[in-house]
């Protein structure tokens, strides 16, 4: 399975290094990455890492601009809402938690909805008549975890299962590349897969 898992990544266009991750880095990667949230200026939580560190297999790979773009936004601002919220459009469940999304990462220039926006740059806009809240519900960035259709495609074939993928913070990310030896290309970047066996 491992072998298979990183031939396929290998395999696939803009991807130039790829490694199996073990338990025994976990820690080091796990303490990089809290280091960088507690130093944002801006409340970001990057569940997603959180959410692939906890499957039962890890990988990373090194990828370059050709690589396809994520299926969904890999960034969004949020408020988390009560479940019971029945009347309550643009909201994601993951886990336990329902976040309401306010603000969201556009992808390919295409704008994810036709209500009033705020765009920042061409890279994220935000709705603000959608905001529920008030300083009793803070807003923040979360990061969450993201689906990897190549793997999703093969998951019968790999015996796995419950796949997700992440970007980690910078400096994870260059802590990733040393200790898989990846290049320090500046116009590369690591991506996180995790999946449990099925």
């Known amino acids: 399975m491992t072998s298979s898992i990183n031939q396929l990544l290998l395999s696939l266009p803009?991807?130039?290094?790829?490694?199996?991750?073990?338990?025994?880095?976990?820690?080091?990667?796990?303490?990089?990455?809290?280091?960088?949230?507690?130093?944002?200026?801006?409340?970001?939580?990057?569940?997603g890492f959180r959410k692939v560190l906890e499957k039962e297999i890890?990988?990373?790979?090194?990828?370059?601009?050709?690589?396809?773009p994520p299926p969904s936004p890999t960034i969004l601002l949020v408020e988390e809402v009560s479940r019971n919220h029945k009347n309550l459009d643009h909201c994601i469940d993951i886990g336990e938690t329902r976040y309401h999304v306010i603000g969201e990462e556009v992808i390919n220039g295409n704008s994810p909805s036709s209500e009033r926006r705020i765009s920042f740059g061409k890279g994220f806009v935000l709705f603000p008549e959608r905001r529920q809240g008030s300083k009793k519900i803070p807003s923040y960035f979360l990061i969450p975890p993201i689906a990897f259709p190549e793997l999703e495609e093969k998951k019968e074939h790999l015996s796995i299962t419950d796949i997700i993928s992440v970007s980690p913070s910078t400096d994870t990310d260059d802590c990733l590349r040393d200790l898989y030896g990846f290049s320090r290309n500046p116009e590369f970047a690591t991506i996180l897969i995790g999946a449990n066996r099925a």
């Open 58 to 68: 890890l990988y990373v790979f090194l990828k370059d601009s050709t690589f396809r």
């Open 14 to 47: 803009g991807v130039h290094a790829a490694a199996k991750i073990e338990k025994k880095e976990i820690p080091l990667i796990q303490e990089t990455e809290k280091k960088n949230q507690h130093s944002q200026l801006v409340q970001l939580e990057n569940l």
